[in-house]
DNA sequence: AGTCGCATGGTACATTGTACGAGTCAATTG
DNA sequence: CAATTGACTCGTACAATGTACCATGCGACT
């Protein structure tokens, strides 16, 4: 009767989280050489980091199913036994791509400032690193990663003296500025690889844009500086101390 | 011979934009009533409001050419004289979303704080009125309607006082900011109605965040009131006058 | 041996975007 | 008047996609 597969689809082994390994039932086929089996096995983790190569290499909508099992050497409906469904894989995917490994030393006693910049940095330069991640954040819930560095931003915060009831707001304004500023860095690249469609814009900004055009804003390139200008700009106002 | 399609599709009537007459041949059939054609006649404006009433209805994955040529009235491939392709629907119907209609008073001596705050709150609140803007701006380039606000944005700041070397860390940083405070509102939104999905972090986010849940981070709804805060704080430092 | 649960994948289908080309009708030209 | 043109409409067809359904294989346990 072949069991319902809605049973078996439901349980997935670990959808990157671990967990404390409750016995599950005898660890499958570790065995010497893989017998016969033509590649190696499948797995939620080779899942995923294709996944990531292939939106890497072909954008957003280079992912399908077909490519992404014939990366894997598997047939295509094997992938959908490890996983919900495509949005399931975006949804892994992305939330690969934004773990945190955490700051190199943080000795912190005044490294509070460092630590924070250091995380929202490695934030935003992942997710540039990976640019299909910036609309997929927008548009699907908040992964465990994620939450994690929400975490980690509060605690940080909290520990260099924020007060409680500010916290909020800080953790927020940072927050926010760093998604800002990552997406309106990725409209930019964007734009750049299709002039054709915007260079009516870009062409003449002095006709319709003056100020833009005067302060030169779409052609200053140096987006780290900018960052963080605005960033060190937000510290400054959002923790009392020096 | 049925001329070229290609040639005739490149030749838009106007793209959101306008343009001083050139006298275009002759006006078309602006006749009595209509002679015998089933509906009003396909435009691009009406292809472009049925389109946001379609994503505001169902979602960017609700907006298909069918659905929206049956909800016009039209058939399909009549669309695509209109318009190049889908993304081109994405790409008017984003920006049409987007226009900025000035701020009603603006007697302004002292009151580009005012000017400044009631632009980004329309723009935040137009996003918010249709979510799906949210995704899309981070995946394509950016229209007029952004430009102008940028423009608006940065001439506002300038007489304010802004020193032309600061304009653009000031741009940005209030910019990126109102960003990623939607995008982060829109996220949220989306885990609400979602929580299948998220219930295992959100439902013991004390056990793995202990921060985030002391200081009521994800349920802290007061969404309008820690936008105003970190909007006036980051304003505060941007600009020096008091 | 048989049974069960994990795991793979082939086939089939509905849905999508859109290329192609034929059709309609009004204005223009002969 | 007839012929032509060019703006506009749309039916058909096709390739690509996500995935439901089902058959199969394999290792472990009884």
């Not at 399908?64 to 959908?80: N, W």
């Not at 030169?216 to 500086?225: E, I, S």
Request: zero cysteines.
């Amino acid at each position: 009767m072949t069991a319902k597969r809605s049973g078996a689809r439901s349980k997935r082994p670990r959808p990157t989280e671990f967990q404390p390994a409750p016995e599950p039932r005898g660890e499958p086929h570790l065995s010497l050489e893989r017998p016969l089996s033509l590649e190696r096995p499948l797995s939620l983790e080779r899942i995923v980091a294709t996944a990531v190569e292939l939106l890497d290499a072909r954008g957003i909508d280079g992912l399908t199913m077909r490519r992404l099992a014939d990366r894997l050497g598997s047939g295509v409906m094997s992938l959908y036994w490890h996983v919900d469904d495509k949005d399931g894989v975006f949804d892994l995917a992305l939330d690969s791509v934004l773990e945190y490994r955490g700051s190199p030393q943080m000795n912190g006693a005044e490294d509070w400032r460092v630590e924070i910049v250091h995380m929202l940095e490695d934030w935003r330069a992942g997710m540039l690193r990976h640019p299909w991640s910036v609309p997929l954040l927008s548009s699907r819930a908040l992964g465990p990663n994620i939450l994690s560095r929400l975490e980690l931003l509060g605690r940080t915060l909290s520990r260099a003296g924020v007060a409680d009831k500010d916290l909020n707001v800080a953790i927020w304004s940072l927050w926010n500025y760093v998604m800002g500023a990552t997406i309106t860095r990725t409209s930019f690249d964007l734009a750049d690889s299709d002039k054709a469609a915007t260079q009516q814009h870009h062409a003449h900004p002095g006709e319709r844009y003056p100020t833009i055009q005067r302060s030169r804003l779409l052609f200053d390139d140096d987006w780290v500086g900018t960052f963080r200008k605005g960033l060190d700009l937000l510290l400054a106002g959002l923790a009392p101390g020096r």
